[in-house]
């Protein structure tokens, strides 16, 4: 609703197939959108404002942005865990491929026909992919070198 009222689009809905009824309906909508804008303009100008307010008290505060401290913290614990050769479950899981499914000419279940879910390393592995050209998880290699492992931390956070 909010994206379009911002680009000036007004809500439809179903259209009778008579052209008399069309006409009423057509003012009925128009109506009823006017009302929704009127009412919820306030408050997509309340909401800007407070969003610009609250980034400039962070930024004088010189607190990360959440997102830039996520994606550090995700960096820094993929590097942790590749470091590791002992079989704990998170050393495991760093590796972890769903299995194929039947439609894919494995076994099992398989994914659901949606789009694929995005697994916790597809950041990292894309990163290395198109900044290093490094293969899916290679990376983990490059995370045994801890001093060349934190200059590529800033560049994957600032991504």
Request: glycine residues 6%.
């Given at each position: 609703?909010r994206s379009m009222l911002?680009?000036?689009?007004?809500?439809?809905?179903?259209?009778?197939?008579?052209?008399?009824?069309?006409?009423?309906?057509?003012?009925?909508?128009?109506?009823?959108?006017?009302?929704?804008?009127?009412?919820?303009?306030?408050?997509?100008?309340?909401?800007?404002?407070?969003?610009?307010?609250?980034?400039?008290?962070?930024?004088?505060?010189?607190?990360?942005?959440?997102?830039?401290?996520?994606?550090?913290?995700?960096?820094?614990?993929?590097?942790?865990?590749?470091?590791?050769?002992?079989?704990?479950?998170?050393?495991?899981?760093?590796?972890?491929?769903?299995?194929?499914?039947?439609?894919?000419?494995?076994?099992?279940?398989?994914?659901?026909?949606?789009?694929?879910?995005?697994?916790?390393?597809?950041?990292?592995?894309?990163?290395?992919?198109?900044?290093?050209?490094?293969?899916?998880?290679?990376?983990?290699?490059?995370?045994?070198?801890?001093?060349?492992?934190?200059?590529?931390?800033?560049?994957?956070?600032?991504?």
């Amino acid at each position: 609703m909010r994206s379009m009222l911002q680009q000036g689009r007004a809500r439809t809905s179903r259209q009778p197939a008579d052209a008399d009824a069309s006409e009423s309906s057509k003012s009925s909508v128009e109506t009823a959108s006017e009302a929704t804008q009127e009412y919820l303009e306030p408050w997509v100008d309340w909401i800007r404002r407070v969003t610009r307010t609250v980034e400039s008290i962070r930024e004088s505060l010189r607190i990360a942005d959440w997102a830039t401290t996520a994606r550090r913290c995700q960096f820094r614990w993929a590097g942790h865990v590749s470091k590791r050769d002992d079989q704990r479950w998170s050393t495991k899981m760093l590796g972890w491929k769903p299995d194929r499914g039947w439609r894919d000419g494995g076994q099992g279940r398989g994914r659901a026909h949606a789009r694929p879910r995005k697994r916790w390393a597809d950041d990292i592995d894309n990163y290395f992919a198109s900044e290093h050209n490094l293969a899916e998880g290679e990376w983990r290699l490059l995370a045994a070198n801890r001093s060349e492992w934190r200059k590529h931390e800033k560049l994957f956070v600032e991504r």
